[in-house]
T-cell receptor
Framework: AQKITQTQPGMFVQEKEAVTLDCTYD???????LFWYKQPSSGEMIFLIY??????QNATEGRYSLNFQKARKSANLVISASQLGDSAMYFC????????????????FGKGTKLSVIP | DGGITQSPKYLFRKEGQNVTLSCEQN?????MYWYRQDPGQGLRLIYY???????QKGDIAEGYSVSREKKESFPLTVTSAQKNPTAFYLC???????????FGPGTRLTVL
């Protein structure tokens, strides 16, 4: 079974500052992927960034980077130079990347962190 | 533009009625998914389909049904057997089961 824990229900950050959103995970799968999604107040889930468990380097996508520490089972999202439009819920999710039967690729989500960017 | 559409955006239902939520994608993705989101919670998987005419139950399938007759369409029916159907429903698709999932805008269902 997989489990995602996001311990920060809410975070505040000053505009133009960097912020780190925490995510820890637990899984018995040897090969897995970690995802971050953004959910604005409109409700749509927007894919931000992906990290494979065997990737040698931390993933980056524009202002988003994923601080992946495999031994600690953490996959924190770092947003640099925060903007007002970054205010949203952020969800960490994971799934296996090797097929091991029905439901192998099912995404498991954390409960999310609400980020508020202050002008 | 390629994407995923869900309709309607808001849906109201009386207790005891079945209701069907629409999900269409023009991304040519093989896999499609239905998730439920309750306030303050993450998403939970209801059903998923990796190929036309095949689908599998997720964690919370009871009281729901789906069909996958066409590659681009994956409608979800919320039946009267679903005890607490008021929630936000999100549809997603991916190229294959192992690929990144992309989401539609969601349908907010309220049971009156």
């Amino acid at each position: 079974a997989q489990k995602i824990t996001q311990t920060q229900p809410g975070m505040f950050v000053q505009e133009k500052e960097a912020v780190t959103l925490d995510c820890t995970y637990d899984t018995s799968d040897p090969s897995y992927g970690l995802f971050w999604y953004k959910q604005p107040s409109s409700g749509e889930m927007i894919f931000l960034i992906y990290q494979g468990s065997y990737d040698q380097q931390n993933a980056t996508e524009g202002r988003y980077s994923l601080n992946f520490q495999k031994a600690r089972k953490s996959a924190n999202l770092v947003i640099s130079a925060s903007q007002l439009g970054d205010s949203a819920m952020y969800f960490c999710a994971m799934r296996a990347t090797a097929y091991s039967g029905a439901g192998s690729y099912q995404l498991t989500f954390g409960k999310g962190t609400k980020l508020s960017v202050i002008p | 533009d390629g994407g995923i559409t869900q309709s309607p955006k808001y849906l109201f239902r009386k207790e005891g009625q079945n209701v069907t939520l629409s999900c269409e994608q023009n991304l040519n993705h093989d896999a499609m998914y239905w998730y439920r989101q309750d306030p303050g919670q993450g998403l939970r998987l209801i059903y998923y389909s990796q190929i036309v005419n095949d689908f599998q139950k997720g964690d919370i399938a009871e009281g729901y049904s789906v069909s996958r007759e066409k590659k681009e369409s994956f409608p979800l029916t919320v039946t009267s057997a679903q005890k607490n159907p008021t929630a936000f429903y999100l549809c997603a698709s991916s190229e294959g089961g192992a690929d990144t999932q992309y989401f539609g805008p969601g349908t907010r269902l309220t049971v009156l």
